[in-house]
């Protein structure tokens, strides 16, 4: 992860303020920075999203193809996730600079959704055994400001959400094969259900207490974050500890129902959000990469 | 993604026959009160007995070997051994590296000799759980190398290689603040499995239950000093049943730490001269 020198002067000021509740940028320990998201900026995908937190940025693209499921679950079709850390955000991801960071965050993402109801799955067969859609999430990171984990898991909840799946369906033809008859109308689509995507919240040790989403000095002061993924429910899909410190029990049971509650707080506000923008339909003034 | 192109694996079409033997065990219900295929109980912390030696390689400078009903696990250490970087800004203390292998024949289903992404994860993590236990601003400017290779896989794969690597780091002479142990635990609805045999971890994906808390987790955990190094889970779990899980496996930590300490120190007496007599 690209990383900023702090010197012990800067570290101790950033450790007794967060004893008192009170960061260097005025936030709490437990409010987010500024949060900007905009869906379907990327034409040429089924599903897109840009998601800029501070001064992070990521960009997730989602399409659609028909593939083969996987043999052990032929009713499913399944997601592929891959993480590309772009040489602009940061000099160090040059050439194949970037690509470790990438593997751990796309296994991380493997993690996150390996269970039965982050997204339903079945709902992506088209022919049990034989076809079934395969969705290839992709995500870019643009700008690197620390807190990469909770900025991709929002990109991807609303890219998921406004993927645009088209419908269907099969048809036999005169040998008796099955043939995959593509619906006239482009309007035609399917859309997933992501009310119970998670999303990940990054709470990084700083001193005795935990901050959610720290910048890069922040994240320079503390030796060890723990990556929890929590769904609306509040139910924890993935629990990771990173980092080259430890942490005592006590403190990783605090932490952990710290992130649960900002992690359910974090969907209500942004299923509201993405279906408002949802409504504004073709009225929607485009931001861009530019706004 | 690499691929192998030394070796002939067969037309594309062909599959493993293991998916087809598959679907008669799952038909097989697991009920909740059944006991564990090896006789252990539910519910309880009944982890497998482990038979560990040290010393085993002797090129290697400290080496540990670990068996835990069928997982076997074989690890070695070498360094401190000069950095081969020399462009590292941080000199100061010294740099682990660790590598973990599957072998070709450890799972079911025959696996590649190229690192997947899988092993790389599983290397990233004994590597966040092993760096809180070793002193490595005693050695600065140098790397210490781990690689822990499988040689059987039958469940709870990262949790034995966690403590067989700090068993060869000790075995090493690498300075510690204390043994890193391992343990891992699967949570079905209400009970949970600790130490976990391979079909115990991946049947549960053919079960139907409905309902949630199925997940696994594995912790790493330093015993004197109360510290937990690696956490990581997966599935979907409640926060008090992960906060259980974890407690759980705690306990199972502190069971294993009188055998792994007595095996070290058979080790060391082992190595020690003859005393004159």
Redesign the interface.
């Known amino acids: 992860m690209a990383t900023v020198q702090v010197s012990e002067a800067e570290k101790v000021y950033i450790l007794h303020g967060v004893r008192d509740d009170l960061r260097v940028d005025g936030r709490g320990c437990e409010d987010y920075r500024h949060m900007e998201i905009e869906t379907d900026v990327v034409s040429n995908t089924d599903g897109s999203a840009k998601v800029s937190l501070g001064h992070t940025d990521v960009l997730v693209g989602v399409k659609a193809e028909i593939g083969k499921p996987r043999?052990?679950?032929p009713h499913e079709g399944y997601l592929e996730f891959f993480v590309d850390c772009s040489a602009n955000a940061t000099p160090e991801f040059e050439g194949r600079g970037g690509d470790e960071l990438g593997?751990?965050l796309?296994?991380t993402l493997y993690?996150?959704f390996?269970?039965?109801?982050s997204i339903d799955l079945k709902s992506l067969c088209i022919s049990p055994g034989e076809h079934c859609w395969v969705l290839y999430v992709d995500v870019l990171l643009l700008q690197c400001d620390g807190n990469l984990f909770d900025a991709i898991s929002v990109a991807i909840k609303a890219a998921l959400f406004n993927t645009k799946i088209p419908k269907v369906h099969l048809s036999e033809n005169e040998e008796g094969g099955k043939e995959i008859e593509l619906s006239d109308d482009p309007y035609d689509c399917m859309r997933l259900n992501v009310e119970n995507v998670p999303c990940i919240v990054t709470l990084c040790k700083v001193g005795y207490r935990h901050v959610v989403d720290a910048t890069l000095q922040e994240k320079a002061c503390s030796v060890a974050s723990?990556i929890i993924s929590v769904?609306h429910k509040?139910?924890?899909?993935?629990?990771?500890?990173?980092?080259?410190?430890?942490?005592?029990?006590e403190s990783?049971?605090e932490t952990?129902?710290t992130g649960?509650r900002v992690g359910k707080a974090l969907h209500a506000p942004l299923m509201e959000l993405l279906q408002k923008e949802e409504n504004l339909g073709k009225k929607r003034p485009k931001v861009g990469f530019l706004g | 993604m690499p691929v192998d192109t030394k070796r002939v694996r067969g037309p594309e079409v062909s599959q493993s026959p293991s998916l087809f033997l598959c679907k008669t065990a799952a038909n097989k219900s697991f009920t909740q009160k059944d006991a564990r295929v090896d006789g252990r109980q539910r519910g309880q912390v009944d982890v497998r007995s482990v038979f560990v030696r040290c010393g085993l390689i002797s090129q290697a400078k400290g080496s540990a070997y670990i068996e835990a009903g069928n997982t076997k696990l074989i690890c070695c250490v070498y360094g401190p051994r000069e950095m081969e970087r020399k462009d590292e800004t941080d000199m100061k203390s010294g740099r682990l590296m660790t590598d973990m292998r599957f072998a070709p024949f450890s799972c079911r289903e025959r696996g590649s000799w190229i690192q997947g992404s899988d092993e790389k994860d599983l290397s990233l993590m004994l590597l966040e759980s092993l760096r809180p236990g070793v002193c490595l601003h005693k050695y600065p400017r140098s790397q210490i190398e781990v690689n822990v290779m499988v040689l059987e896989n039958d469940g709870s794969v990262l949790a034995h290689a966690v403590t067989c690597a700090s068993m060869a780091l000790a075995d090493a002479g690498i300075e510690m603040y204390d043994l890193v142990l391992g343990c891992s635990i699967r949570q079905e609805s209400a009970t949970y499995l600790i130490d976990p045999t391979y079909l115990e971890e991946n049947g549960c994906n053919l079960a139907s239950g409905s309902g949630d808390n199925f997940g696994s987790l594995t912790v790493a955990f330093l015993p004197s000093l109360n510290q937990i190094s690696g956490l990581q889970s997966d599935g979907e779990m409640g926060e008090d049943i992960l906060t259980g899980g974890v407690r759980t496996c705690i306990e199972g930590c502190f069971k294993l730490y009188p055998v792994i300490q007595q095996a070290l120190t058979k080790a060391v007496r082992r190595k020690a001269p003859p005393s004159e007599s």
């Open positions: 043999p052990m679950v593997v751990e796309s296994n993690k996150v390996n269970n039965r109801s723990l769904t509040g139910t924890i899909t993935c629990v990771r500890k990173v980092g080259g410190g430890s942490l005592d029990p990783i049971f952990t129902e649960k």
